[in-house]
């Protein structure tokens, strides 16, 4: 009897359906780092008065960093990032505005769990400071039935897998959907984990509902 495989006119095609996107970049050293260092230094004044992160524990600043002086830069990098991802998405909106954007800054053991970002259309991160133990994010399997039955895998693949972990550096600037889950796990080194978080909507959309605050 006549396999399948040799009944096809030519191998099957794989179809990948409802893709999530993340977009990476890389910013130059010359850029990134001045940028990092304003950064840096707002960040040093903020925790002088409200007290930087214990051991174990993740730092969160209030969310309107993107209106003060220091981070005027990197909210345009993150403006043009945002047209970018838009264009690729085949998105005619111009109207858009940041709802949010926050640092974080985890000490040795600091985490931040599974989450995503409600009431947002992109979501981002930008790295101020990594290091060896602390320059990952995970992104989460995004549907809740795909989980239903877990059969065992001989090998862990872009079909089969329901997290992948995203390699990052100082200067990278991530951009992905809101509703993606993602966590990160414990800093395990030495120095701090340094991210920058923001939320992204368009301008006609944000009066409809308040926008929810991840972590990052």
């Known amino acids: 009897m006549e396999t ?19 977009w990476k970049a ?3 050293p010359e ?6 260092a304003a950064i840096l230094r707002e960040l040093d004044e ?5 007290g930087g992160p214990a051991p174990g524990t993740t730092w969160q600043s209030g969310h ?23 264009a690729f998405l085949k998105v005619g909106a111009d109207a858009f505005e940041i709802t949010g954007c926050w640092a974080s800054v985890a000490a040795r053991g600091g985490t931040i769990r599974m989450h995503s970002h409600p009431n947002n259309f992109l979501s981002g991160v930008y790295y101020v400071q990594v290091q060896p133990g602390a320059d990952t994010i995970n992104f989460h399997e995004p549907r809740p039935q795909a989980a239903v039955i877990r059969p065992p895998v001989t090998e862990l693949t872009a079909y089969n897998t329901d997290q992948v972990v995203v390699q ?22 030495d120095a701090p984990r340094v991210s920058i978080s923001f939320n992204v909507i368009f301008g006609d959309f944000a009066a409809l509902a308040k926008p929810l605050w991840g972590e990052e």
Not at 31 to 36: K, N, S, Y
């Open 168 to 189: 990052v550096a100082r200067g990278t600037l991530l951009v992905f959907p809101a509703w993606l889950p993602h966590s990160v796990d414990p800093n395990a080194s």
């Open 46 to 50: 903020l925790m002088r008065v409200s």
């Open 31 to 36: 850029l990134h780092a001045p940028l990092d």
């Open 4 to 22: 399948l495989h040799e009944s096809l006119a030519a191998a099957p095609e794989v179809l990948r359906l409802f893709p999530a996107f993340v």
């Open 26 to 28: 890389q910013l130059r």
């Open 64 to 86: 309107g960093l993107h209106r003060r002086e220091p981070f005027r830069g990197l909210a345009r990098t993150i403006d043009d990032a945002v047209r970018t991802v838009l």
